[in-house]
């Protein structure tokens, strides 16, 4: 019986794992007029949510194909201003996969939360999201002294008091 229950939880935790981490075919969404990227909006939260589930891998190409979509996404929507701080900016810069992911991280956290306008607020949230993924992420050699630094305020809970003061 304890088998039975067994092969029954792999089971249904292996179709959770490999339906979570789907990608729509971003090659034919169409980003070429305003109501384009507002019809693309659930998509984009899909490619965000994609990218925070599957594991920085410069051979994945569903992985680039969607960050690509992203960018482009990010860059033609009227509904939604990302700023992309210096400051903020500057702890990722070092590699593209980590500037990647925290575009997809202020995204994810702009488009769950659309009523926050608070440029502080929207950094802070999407950090929240990217250190703890970042932190599970097995090559950290291009993470930079600050990266590291930023890492351990979150850790530590002082993240806020780590960026802004």
Known sequence: MKKIALFFLLFFTSIYYSYSQELPNLKHIKLNKNAHYK????TA???TT???ETPINKKNSSRTEAGQFLIKWMNGTLDYTFFLGEKETNYFNTDSDLMLIY???LTKFTLENSTIKDQKELVLGAMRLVLPYLDKQEDKKSWSKELWQLNDANQKGKLEEFLYN
Not at 39 to 42: R, S
């Open 39 to 42: 019809d693309a909006e659930p």
């Open 50 to 52: 994609y990218l925070f």
């Open 103 to 105: 575009m997809a991280g």
């Open 45 to 47: 939260l899909k490619v």
